[in-house]
C-alpha cells in the first residue's frame, strides 16, 4: 500500500519559520513535492525534487522555502522561513512514478499552515 505522510504543520506569526515533513511508504517516486491549496483556490504547486537533486519553485516562494529530499528514507521536507499570511493554505505532499509508461500521482491527507500578520 502506498502512502504519504505529512506532519509539521500549524499555527505560525508572519516572518516565522516552519519545517513540514512527508514520509513515504510502498513505492518509491521519481519526483516527490509539496503542493498547497488556499480557500477558494486551486491547488498549486509549491517545490518539488527528483531523485537526482534537481528542484523546482513557484516563483512566490523563491529564496523562502527549501526543498530537501533523503532517498536513503524515502522522506522529502519543506523548509519555510520568512512566512508569509499568503503562504497560509493546506500544504500537500505529493509523489510522482512511473507505471508502464503512465505517470501515477499519490497525496498525502494535507497539514493545514496558518499564518497569522
Known amino acids: 500500500q502506498v502512502q504519504l505522510v505529512e506532519s509539521g504543520g500549524g499555527l505560525v506569526q508572519a516572518g516565522g519559520s516552519l519545517r513540514l515533513s512527508c514520509a513515504a511508504s510502498?513505492?518509491?517516486?521519481?519526483?516527490m513535492g509539496w503542493y498547497r491549496q488556499a480557500p477558494g483556490k486551486q491547488r498549486e504547486l509549491v517545490a518539488r525534487?527528483?531523485?537526482?537533486?534537481?528542484?523546482d519553485y513557484a516563483d512566490a516562494v523563491k529564496g523562502r522555502f527549501t526543498i530537501s529530499r533523503d532517498n536513503a528514507k524515502n522522506t522529502v521536507s519543506l523548509q519555510m522561513n520568512s512566512l508569509k499570511p499568503e503562504d497560509t493554505a493546506v500544504y500537500y505532499c505529493?509523489?510522482?512514478?512511473?507505471?508502464?509508461?503512465?505517470?501515477?500521482?499519490?497525496w498525502g491527507q494535507g497539514t493545514q499552515v496558518t499564518v497569522s500578520s
Open positions: 510502498g513505492s518509491i517516486f521519481v519526483v
Open positions: 505529493n509523489g510522482e512514478r512511473l507505471r508502464s509508461g503512465e505517470w501515477e500521482d499519490y
Open positions: 525534487a527528483t531523485g537526482f537533486g534537481t528542484t
